[in-house]
């Protein structure tokens, strides 16, 4: 054997360390470092970036809201929102005070089911104040269910958050709530797995000192065929603002008192001629068969002229449109 074939030292400890495996783990522990493994298995997700058009439906329910509740209690409330989170379904459901009012809903044409929960403390101070209370006493919410009486109130609130929320997402997408049941424990209203990503928005709706919270809670899954349009502003408002307002403004002109004046005759002179100009002379003029009739220079129809009822009169022949205008050449 030749002294080239021989292997060097460190081709020797290489090998060694190969035996051992050494060289195994650490390969696996520089591999590893800054990942987090991730199981296929679970319904975990990713989810990136803002939903500003959701942000805007949400301060757009919540001032509807107001009005809504309003003219419902006849009393002014003070509704606050919270920031959109994206949380696993068990940390919303953790955070809920037991017994609580969860409203499972169907929202059409989304697939799924969402959850509208009202706060008891809501729910009694708005029975109180439907029977004539103040709020100043406090019920008790642990240990009981809520009465027949509580249940139809619930409903009515519900049926008022569905109206004012349909018409905050319209502009987005046009939506349906179709209430399904309502549960008082969080085990009972399974609208997603333990694992799963909500989107849950919190509604804080005081009376003075008093008050409570609704929760709005949709599963990512539910909204995700509609995230570019949540991603993005939503300009369906600012429209109808702007076509309220063009429908304002035309009825307004239409009110508008303006001058419309018709030329009977013009007559080309110079300067040194009206210079010249005595009492008595005479401008020779020819009448046009037709004379035209603006509105601030700007012409709008043809007439004939004439005395009706012993007065000089205009008799219209035929509109100018704009259109008209600009083929002769623009305004004189």
Not at 8 to 13: A, C, G, I, N, T
Not at 213 to 235: D, F, G, K, N, V
Not at 261 to 286: C, H, S, W, Y
Request: charged content about 20%; some cysteine.
């Amino acid at each position: 054997m030749g002294h080239e074939e021989f292997m060097s030292q460190e081709e020797v400890d290489a090998l060694l360390k190969g035996v051992t495996g050494e060289s195994d783990s650490v390969a696996e522990q520089n591999d590893g470092q800054g990942v987090r493994p991730y199981n296929i298995a679970t319904q975990e997700r990713i989810v990136r970036g803002r939903m500003p058009g959701l942000e805007i439906i949400n301060d757009r329910f919540a001032r509807l809201l107001r009005v809504g509740i309003f003219n419902f209690m006849r009393r002014s409330a003070e509704i606050s929102v919270g920031p959109v989170k994206v949380q696993k379904y068990s940390e919303f459901t953790r955070n809920l005070p037991i017994p609580t009012n969860l409203n499972l809903v169907h929202v059409k044409p989304l697939r799924g089911t969402s959850l509208f929960v009202f706060d008891p403390n809501l729910v009694f101070f708005v029975v109180d104040n439907l029977f004539g209370g103040d709020g100043r006493f406090h019920t008790r919410v642990e240990g009981r269910d809520f009465t027949a009486t509580e249940q139809r109130i619930i409903m009515k609130l519900l049926n008022l958050t569905f109206e004012h929320y349909t018409a905050s997402w319209k502009s987005v997408k046009p939506l349906q709530f179709e209430y399904m049941r309502s549960e008082m424990h969080t085990q009972f209203a399974n609208v997603a797995t333990p694992n799963e990503i909500v989107i849950v928005t919190q509604f804080s709706i005081e009376f003075g000192t008093t008050g409570g919270t609704l929760h709005i809670c949709m599963p990512y899954s539910m909204i995700e065929p509609i995230r570019a349009e949540l991603s993005s502003p939503i300009q369906g408002e600012a429209m109808d603002v702007d076509r309220r307002w063009v429908r304002v403004l035309s009825q307004q002109v239409q009110a508008a008192e303006v001058e419309l004046t018709a030329d009977l005759a013009q007559v080309p002179v110079t300067f040194e001629q009206i210079l010249n100009m005595r009492k008595g002379d005479v401008l020779p003029i020819n009448i046009p068969e037709h004379i035209t009739a603006k509105v601030d220079g700007v012409p709008v129809m043809e007439c004939g002229y004439g005395i009706f009822n012993g007065q000089y009169a205009l008799r219209v022949q035929k509109m100018i449109s704009a259109a008209d205008t600009m083929k002769e050449g623009g305004y004189e």
